[in-house]
C-alpha cells in the first residue's frame, strides 16, 4: 500500500523563527495533499492542502511546497508562536483499489522554545 | 454545528469485552472513517463509509465491524477486546468540495482506550 513518511521525528525552533517540516510520500498517483496539526490531546486539525497540479501555495504563515519529483513535500511556518507547538501529519489522498483514502505520516512534534 | 463528536472519551477493557465506539457529525458528509493513533505509527485507516449503508475495510480492520445506517452515525464494534488494540481512535467525516473537488476532512476528540 501507499506510504508516506517523515524525515525527522522532533523539530525544536526558537520563538520567532521560521519553521520547516518535510515530508516524503510513495505513491505517484495522489493527486492531493493535506497537512495537518495536532495538539495533546486532541484530533487533527486541517491547516493547509495542495493540489498534484501546484508547487505551491499560501495561507496565513503557512506555505506548501509541493515537489512531485521527488515525492517532496514541504511545511514553512513563519515567525514561529509558542502556539505552533504540536505533531505535525502530512497526508497524501487519491484512489486506490479500496476507493478515495488517505494516508498518514507518523508526525513531527514541533516544540517552540519561547 | 458540533461537528464530528466521539464518546466515550476514556475506557478501559479487560481482554474480551466488547464495546461500541461511538461517532456522530452533523455536516451531512457521505464520507466518514475511523482511524487508529499508536505512537511511531501515525493515524491508520481502520474502516470507512461512503455512504449510508456502505462500509468498507480500510490497512487495519481485524478485531473491528462497523455499521452505517444513518448518514450521521458510524459506530465502530470491539467484539472480544485484546491489548493490542489498546490505542487512541479518531473518527473523522469528509466531504467532496464540489468547486474543487477536495476532500476536506474533519476528526473527532478521539477516544483513549485501554485494553488490560
Known amino acids: 500500500g501507499e506510504s508516506v513518511g517523515l524525515h525527522l521525528p522532533t523539530l525544536s525552533v526558537q520563538e520567532g523563527d521560521n519553521s520547516i517540516i518535510n515530508c516524503a510520500y510513495s505513491?505517484?498517483?495522489?493527486?492531493?495533499f493535506i497537512w495537518y496539526k495536532q495538539e495533546s490531546g486532541k484530533g487533527p486539525q486541517f491547516i493547509i492542502d495542495?493540489?498534484?497540479?501546484?508547487d505551491k501555495r499560501q495561507g496565513q504563515r503557512v506555505t506548501v511546497l509541493l515537489n512531485k519529483t521527488v515525492k517532496h513535500l514541504s511545511l514553512q511556518i513563519a515567525a514561529t508562536q509558542p502556539g505552533d507547538s504540536a505533531v505535525y501529519f502530512c497526508a497524501e489522498n487519491g484512489q486506490t483499489r479500496a476507493g478515495n483514502q488517505f494516508y498518514f505520516g507518523t508526525g513531527t512534534s514541533l516544540t517552540v522554545i519561547p | 454545528n458540533a461537528g464530528v463528536t466521539q464518546t466515550p472519551k476514556f475506557q478501559v477493557l479487560k481482554t474480551g469485552q466488547s464495546m461500541t465506539l461511538q461517532c456522530a457529525q452533523d455536516m451531512n458528509h457521505e464520507y466518514m472513517s475511523w482511524y487508529r493513533q499508536d505512537p511511531g505509527m501515525g493515524l491508520r485507516l481502520i474502516h470507512y463509509s461512503v455512504g449510508a449503508g456502505i462500509t468498507d475495510q480500510g490497512e487495519v480492520p481485524n478485531g473491528y465491524n462497523v455499521s452505517r445506517s444513518t448518514t450521521e452515525d458510524f459506530p465502530l464494534r470491539l467484539l472480544s477486546a485484546a491489548p493490542s488494540q489498546t490505542s487512541v481512535y479518531f473518527c473523522?467525516?469528509?466531504?467532496?468540495?464540489?468547486?474543487?473537488?477536495?476532500?476536506?476532512?474533519?476528526f473527532g476528540p478521539g477516544t483513549r482506550l485501554t485494553v488490560t
Open positions: 473523522a467525516s469528509s466531504y467532496r468540495s464540489p468547486g474543487t473537488g477536495d476532500y476536506e476532512q474533519y
Open positions: 505513491n505517484s498517483a495522489s493527486d492531493y
Open positions: 495542495i493540489r498534484s497540479n501546484m
